[in-house]
């Protein structure tokens, strides 16, 4: 069963920095597609960035240039480094395993690490 915990949130001022953190368990990490996503209150999930298991790197517009995801093989561990912070990043931030194949899809999510921008 693969297991992701996310950590590293919190309150942060504006203009602030935050790095999140994704460790990975039960399963081949290498594999998968990592990404990050947050939910506002009163608005639905969406994207923030995504890791390929091939390198490549893809990010919303709302966030590009400001974040940055990563991948440490080593430590089964993606990334998420946060700067220039805005009210509007206030989410929950949730860890996203993703392997499709021709026959099955396999889509973990961890449970959510809260991340506030506020002054």
């Known amino acids: 069963q693969v297991q992701l915990v996310e950590s590293g949130g919190g309150l942060v001022q504006p203009g602030g920095s935050l790095r999140l953190s994704c460790v990975v368990s039960g399963s081949i990490f290498s594999n998968y597609r990592m990404g990050w996503y947050r939910q506002a209150p009163g608005k639905q999930r969406e994207l923030v960035a995504v890791?390929?298991?091939?390198?490549?790197?893809n990010y919303a517009d709302s966030v590009k240039g400001r974040f940055t995801i990563s991948r440490d093989t080593a430590n089964n561990t993606v990334y998420l480094q946060m700067n220039s912070l805005k009210p509007e990043d206030t989410a929950v931030y949730y860890c996203n395993a993703f392997l499709a194949t021709i026959f099955r899809t396999d889509d973990y999510w961890g449970q959510g690490t809260q991340v506030t921008v506020s002054s």
């Open positions: 890791a390929t298991s091939g390198g490549s790197t």
